[in-house]
């Protein structure tokens, strides 16, 4: 099992991001924030093999980790200045499938610690996609965060993992998959209001 990861991100990326902020901030009190999450994390991370034997039940089985539990560092304070209203999150990635076909699933979990990360079973994304013998497929999905999930983003860090499934929807009993999963794009976009009160 992959250790949980810790990164920090570059301190030029912070200062700009907190630019960025304060003007927004000062332009009428919201606050406008595009975070690149996969930019806190190294290339090596975003891509991992996989190798199953899936049973024809349709019963959706873990197949690998591809982010285990991982730290990202958000703005410090931002929490502090601005109530987050609403946001969006952006997933692409891809499955290059070298053997099988099955459907296949991208789950991402968020959590404010990398215990809360680990073991929630409620993914903020799920996203399917059938592969077939070698063949690249991409993946591509975006939701609405509710209200406990914008929450963490107030915080100073946030843990991300991010998880494979696969099934087989009736068929042979078995099916060998193998391939690689890829991660390439994972974009938050949030609105939040200028606190005054709290600050």
Not at 130 to 155: N, R
Not at 174 to 194: F, K, P, Y
């Amino acid at each position: 099992m992959k250790k949980p990861i810790h990164h920090r991100p570059k301190l030029s990326r912070t200062l700009l991001a907190s630019a960025v902020i304060l003007l927004a901030a000062c332009a009428g009190g919201t606050i406008i924030l595009n975070l690149d999450i996969l930019s806190f994390i190294s290339e090596q991370d975003l891509n991992t093999s996989y190798s199953a034997t899936v049973p024809g039940t349709g019963t959706w089985i873990p197949v690998v980790g591809l982010i285990p539990p991982t730290k990202i560092d958000l703005l410090e304070g931002l929490g502090t200045a601005a109530l987050m209203q609403e946001g969006t999150l952006h997933l692409e990635g891809e499955f290059d499938n070298q053997s099988g076909q099955a459907d296949v699933r991208l789950d991402l979990f968020l959590g404010a610690t990398a215990a809360s990360a680990t073991a929630s079973m409620t993914p903020i994304m799920s996203i399917p996609v059938s592969v077939e013998d070698q063949t690249v497929t991409p993946v591509s999905g975006s939701t609405q965060l509710d209200q406990a999930t914008l929450d963490l983003f107030s915080g100073n860090e946030i843990w991300l993992r991010v998880d494979v499934y696969a099934r087989v929807p009736g068929g042979p009993s078995l099916v060998n998959i193998s391939g690689t999963a890829n991660l390439t794009e994972l974009n938050a976009r949030l609105l939040a209001e200028e606190d005054l009160i709290r600050q």
